[in-house]
């Protein structure tokens, strides 16, 4: 498995942006069960690397996957070197298009969260950021982190979106497993 890294801005009641405040997301979303948003919705869960993109170096640590640049990252050490100053984030560790169920996947000082669905050009989450597809999934098939718990309705439901949304962009996605530290930014 290849392992990718992020550190996000928390979305939660607590740390709920000004513009989108947490009561407002609920209430748009129908996510009523959610505890906290862990995503890779940059809209939503703000990235908080910032690498240098003129910097030859910099673009060793940058992943690319295929002509779309993602905000994800080769090294943790890299995002800690890049890492904007802020005491609380979630720092994750991904894997894209896993083969297998990666809720049995240890990594160590990481703790497996669920599964996203991140749009073909890695910005949009489908499972929180599109309003729904209430034809594909519930608010309910959704953990209260807003990530898939199971590695098969994953897959599923990522099959089922292009299917029933063949124009529509945000439908064409990737599915990210997701583990969050335990205890760094926490």
Known sequence: MKFLYAARGIYNKEYGGDEFSWDKYIEWSKLTHLTELVSLDGMLNENLVEPDFDSAEDWNFIYCEGIFQTDLFTSVDFVFK???????????????????????????????????????????????????????????????????DDFTKAYEIKKMLIENNPDEHHADTNVIAVWRHKTIGR
């Open 82 to 148: 890049r890492l904007k100053a802020i005491d609380t984030f979630n720092l994750l560790a991904v894997v894209l298009e896993p083969e297998q169920d990666c809720k049995y996947v240890m990594v160590e000082g990481f703790e497996f969260v669920g599964y996203e669905l991140l749009d073909r050009d890695f910005s949009i989450s489908a499972l929180t950021n599109c309003g729904g597809f209430d034809e594909t999934f519930l608010p309910t098939d959704l953990n209260d982190k807003g990530l898939i």
